[in-house]
């Protein structure tokens, strides 16, 4: 087996002393490969993927890279009217030197990557004016122009909409599988993690952790009791392709009805008289 | 916080776009030419030309019994030249500011280098120290706030924008009440007069001596300050962001900001309190060039030479007794950015 593009070993971090966000953390990703990363708010993901930056260094254990990285943080904003060539262009930054301007070859480099994604006639648009699906297509075509061979997608799909989350997630398949690129991405969206990663890791607790391929990691039982809400895992076969999927089971249960219910606002005020 | 100003004129990368730092520099020049007509001694604009582009005025051997050369090298040029750098600095300045804080609506104020030098202004005015004493203490305590804020946002921990901009606002509040602690205590008749007309900001004292102070931080500072310009993108997208992209994040925000605070330390020392030209100029320039500091940078700088030499030529043309410019420039200033401002949230500011 070939070295790991990233491996993890005994990694802990807090942000206030005593309160570890994640501990004994260990992992190891595969080159080429998907790997997603779920768990609820607050469970630290996003921790988990400035450490894998650099962004955060460990607090205890280890992080070993091998290879350029590329961040792709979630859908953000940007304080000026940058336009997307502008925003691709930043992606060769290591290859600018500190006091020089992009060169044409620069430029270049950044047309083609965005012509990659289809998207060379924008290059010229106000990046905060393409759909979200865009702009996370434009971040990748700057994770491309920085030749980064590892990917860090801070919830890819979110914010976005059917159609886009679609477009990106199947973006998100082509990088790894022709580019050979390695992803790792953190979800909210279990069937998003089902239908494209090769490998998942569920963070359960503090220092309880679940990894695997993601076919055997991502089960009904696991992502139930990860979540605290019931999930279905269910298979059909569509245009001859079989797919498994996840859909929420959601409570019909005392909340749901009790909250539709109208107070007796007469027997409120009647109690507080 | 968003800002982005949309604009019909917003160029696409082409020709026409790198044409214009070079128009607007021209247009500073011929400015700079005018300039120098004005004024209660008429010159003409080809004898003007004529001794600008004949005689040179630092070691010249000039002609002192000749008038106009008199007027035009000896009392007009170093002003003129002062406010064009100094126009230029603070564009710059501001430019650069608005890109490391992320936000179009901060100033070069924000580091604390401007009450800082004018504290230190202040206190050589009341020593009564000679001109060049003011304009060096002023420098000198305009860096020592910046290295005091500095050291402040480095104690507080992490050097986070925010907590820059907090040391800012803390070492500017600490300043600025030692100015006006200075004001209560200076003799209201003879020296109270001179720190306010000095601290409301006027070129009306250029000799070349400052000429040559200004010249030397702004070809400097100025020169490093664009050639970073570039970089200035990456910062403005947000620390995680330039940091994952291969920026050392914190050395170059200080960098920046150690720039900018000797630019603007050199201005506020040889001229007082300017303020709202590194504020609006930027805005100015960026609806002529877009947002991408690479090209905003040089076209501020022009521009913010010709804005306050026009502000200037006003100031002392205006009414039989001169203005003082930092009075013109807010006067000026505050309708141009509630100008922009209000066409920024019509035109759909409101990004989601």
């Known amino acids: ?273 | 916080m968003t800002f982005a100003i949309p604009s019909p004129l917003r160029a696409n990368r082409g020709h026409g776009a790198d044409l214009l730092p070079l128009l607007l520099f021209a247009a500073l020049i011929l400015l700079m030419l005018f300039s120098l007509m004005l004024g209660r001694y008429p010159v003409p604009f080809l004898d003007v030309a004529r001794i600008v582009f004949t005689t040179f005025p630092i070691n010249a051997k000039g002609d002192y019994t000749n008038a106009p050369w008199v007027v035009v090298e000896i009392v007009r040029m170093p002003r003129i030249l002062l406010t064009a750098l100094c126009g230029m600095g603070l564009a710059l300045s501001g430019a650069a500011m608005q890109g490391v804080f992320r936000n179009p609506l901060v100033g070069p104020e924000i580091a604390g280098v401007t009450s800082g030098a004018s504290l230190g202004g202040v206190v050589a005015i009341m020593l009564s120290w000679p001109s060049l004493g003011v304009t060096g203490l002023a420098f000198g305590s305009g860096l020592l706030a910046l290295a005091a804020a500095f050291s402040l946002a480095k104690l507080a921990g992490r050097a986070s924008t925010l907590g820059l901009v907090l040391s800012g606002v803390i070492v500017g509040g600490f300043c600025g009440a030692l100015v006006g602690l200075v004001q209560t205590l200076a003799d209201p008749m003879v020296k109270l007069p001179s720190i306010v007309y000095w601290l409301l900001g006027s070129f009306a004292g250029a000799t070349y001596e400052k000429v040559a102070l200004v010249a030397g931080v702004t070809l400097v500072a100025g020169t490093l300050l664009l050639g970073l310009r570039w970089r200035i993108n990456l910062l403005s997208l947000g620390e995680t962001d330039a940091q994952a992209l291969g920026v050392n994040v914190e050395l170059l925000r200080w960098g920046l900001m150690s720039l900018v605070a000797l630019l603007v330390a050199v201005q506020v020392s040889v001229s007082g309190g300017v303020g709202w030209v590194g504020l609006i100029v930027p805005h100015l320039a960026r609806m002529l060039v877009g947002p991408d500091h690479s090209r905003l940078l040089p076209a501020a700088a022009f521009l913010g030479g010709i804005y306050l030499l026009g502000m200037d030529d006003i100031a002392r043309s205006l009414t039989e007794q001169e203005i003082p410019i930092g009075l013109l420039t807010s006067v000026v200033g505050t309708p141009i950015f509630a100008l922009l401002f209000w066409k920024t949230q019509s035109k759909g500011w409101a990004r989601e």
């Open chain 1, 1 to 273: 087996m070939s070295e790991p593009a990233i491996a993890v070993s005994g990694l802990g971090y807090f942000y206030r002393p005593g309160q570890w966000v994640l501990r004994h953390l260990k992992a190891s990703i595969s080159p080429g490969k998907i790997f997603a990363l779920l768990g609820p708010n607050g469970r630290g993901k996003t921790t988990l993927l400035h450490l894998l930056i650099g962004a955060l260094k460990p607090r205890e254990g280890s992080v070993t890279v091998n290879g350029k990285i590329a961040f792709v943080p979630q859908l953000f904003q940007v304080s000026f009217d940058y336009s997307a060539l502008d925003m691709v262009l930043m992606g060769r930054a290591k290859k600018i030197g500190l006091f020089s301007q992009p060169s044409r070859k620069d430029e270049e480099a950044a047309l083609a990557a965005l012509d990659r994604f289809g998207m060379a006639d924008l290059a010229g648009r106000p990046f905060h004016e393409l759909s979200g699906g865009q702009r996370q297509l434009v971040i990748f075509a700057r994770a491309l122009v920085a030749e980064a061979e590892i990917l860090i997608l801070d919830e890819p799909t979110s914010a976005l909409d059917l159609k886009n989350q679609a477009l990106v997630l199947d973006w998100i398949g082509t990088l790894s599988r022709k580019d050979g690129l390695t992803v790792v991405l953190t979800t909210h969206h279990p069937h998003h993690a089902l239908a494209i990663a090769d490998e998942a890791l569920l963070m359960m607790g503090e220092a309880d952790y679940a990894a695997g391929p993601a076919a055997e990691v991502l089960t009904e039982k696991a992502l139930t009791l990860l979540y605290g809400a019931p999930l279905k895992r269910i298979a059909f076969t569509h245009e001859g392709r079989r797919i498994e999927t996840f859909v929420p089971v959601l409570p019909v249960g005392s909340n749901v009805s009790s909250a539709r219910q109208q107070p007796d606002f007469a027997r409120l005020w009647a109690a507080r008289h």
